[in-house]
């Protein structure tokens, strides 16, 4: 590859960048679409030349970006570092988890440095804007309600006060649960793309295959005992204990529906029966997210697969 070919495809892919980051911008009806395609473009360089060439991309856009409107910079750096990690991690030949896990990282580092540097540079207090979107919300849902003739307890808004209260204790999990799913969509949709245009053999393992280290078992345990131990809001470590209960409890409850796609497929069951699990998971979330979890920690701490596969 010359390095005038190199030059032409970033100038395309960059071109393709600042597009679509303008479109995301002037065409607010389309913008939740563009989000999603913007790390591509990065991607795809980034996963035919590498890391040095892809950065050298990322920074020009960046600039190019602050020039048109510093509106841009948040979206630039979080879509483009994020798409810049997933394809150096492809064009090194990872493994679809490995890259997942770069490309979450980077998202999530990047939300992290853009949420706290708006608050430290231009005031932007994030909290203080949920909870007066939360209370116009309450109002509103309560006005409607109360429109039909149903009266609403000042007990029942005090609980779902307190619900929305939990979103923002639980606000380092949800920025991984965001990154994860940016990763996700970015690296699906890059791989889509460079089979059909490259004849890539790109794809995702089965997600009966998916499996997380055991060490995870151990860090949801401490977040157990941090969460016994601070109880108080007002605590710095209550907001640590919160997250690390939560975050891995989902990542529990992913690998119990993980090995549920296993077993039926070891067992040679309907496919449809994992397939009911999740839909009933998403309908109804609380009644499925302790026994996942608790399959998920039998799973791990046991080492069901290998054993049924010592079985065969």
């Known amino acids: ?54 950065l050298i991309l990322w920074l020009l856009v960046l600039a190019i970006g602050i020039l048109l409107t510093w509106f841009t910079i948040p979206f630039a750096l979080i879509m483009g570092l994020g798409g810049l990690m997933i394809g150096v991690a492809i064009y090194q030949d990872q493994q679809p988890y490995e890259v997942l896990a770069k ?27 949920f909870e007066t979107a939360m209370e116009e919300s309450i109002d509103t849902t309560v006005s409607s309600v109360e429109e039909i003739g149903v009266n609403v307890s000042s007990e029942d808004l005090e609980i779902v006060r307190e619900g929305y209260q939990d979103l923002i204790y639980l606000l380092p999990t949800l920025m991984v649960l965001v ?21 890539g053999k790109y794809k995702f393992p089965p997600f009966r295959n998916f499996s997380l280290p055991t060490s995870i078992i151990w860090v949801f345990l401490l977040g157990i005992i941090m969460s016994w131990i601070y109880t108080d809001p007002a605590d710095t470590m209550y907001l640590a204990a919160t997250n690390l209960y939560a975050l891995p409890g989902l990542l529990l409850v992913l690998q119990g529906l993980s090995f549920i796609f296993y077993y039926t497929h070891y ?46």
């Open 1 to 54: 590859m010359t390095d005038k070919q190199i030059i032409q495809h970033a100038a395309t892919y960059g071109l393709t960048f600042l597009a679509l980051l303008m479109v995301t911008f002037f065409v607010p009806m389309i913008s939740f679409l563009t989000i999603l395609l913007l790390p591509i473009p990065m991607i795809i360089f980034a996963s035919k030349y590498g890391f040095k060439p892809a």
């Open 103 to 129: 490309g979450t990282i980077a998202f999530v580092v990047t939300l992290a440095v853009v949420y706290a540097s708006t608050q430290l540079i231009f005031n932007m207090d994030w909290i203080g804007q």
């Open 179 to 199: 990154g994860l799913f940016l990763a996700f969509v970015s690296q699906w949709l890059s791989y889509k793309w460079m089979n059909r245009k490259e004849n």
């Open 267 to 312: 067992k040679n069951w309907n496919k449809s029966i994992p397939i009911i699990a999740v839909i009933v998971f998403v309908l109804f979330p609380y009644l499925l997210v302790f026994p996942l979890r608790m399959i998920g920690i039998i799973d791990l701490g046991l080492h069901l697969r290998k054993r049924l596969e010592g079985n065969k």
